[in-house]
Nanobody, 124 residues
């Protein structure tokens, strides 16, 4: 019912910045909490950031707090992840996800729709 398409991944040097975008095709985008997760090789999928349906509440993982900003535009049906001061440890595949049932927004199992993922590589 809902499709998510991610873009903006790529290669960046440590200390640099990158903005990831997620475009949603579903009509109920403004009703869904949105989240960003990432998964590095050999590691579990990790929570990065989440934003409430109206955009009034945001929560970040401790590992990225202060360096990452999540935002959304409910008119354009997009959610972005602005990343600054990137570190090699940020290297991972980043996924955009939509939550249709209320939850904390911090667990990957709470989300119902997922994008294809976009690779972010931070070089030292």
């Amino acid at each position: 019912q809902m499709q998510l398409v991610e873009s903006g991944g790529g290669l960046v040097q440590a200390g640099g910045s990158l903005t990831l975008s997620c475009a949603a095709s579903g009509r109920a985008f403004s009703s869904y909490r949105m989240g960003w997760f990432r998964q590095a090789p050999g590691k579990e999928r990790e929570f990065v950031a989440t934003i409430s349906s109206g955009g009034g509440s945001r929560y970040y993982a401790d590992s990225v707090k202060g360096r990452v900003t999540i935002s959304r535009d409910n008119v354009k049906n997009t959610v972005n992840l602005q990343m600054n001061s990137l570190k090699p440890e940020d290297t991972a595949v980043y996924y955009c996800a939509a939550q249709t049932v209320a939850g904390t927004g911090r667990q990957w199992g709470e989300y119902d729709y997922w994008g294809q993922g976009t690779q972010v590589t931070v070089s030292s």
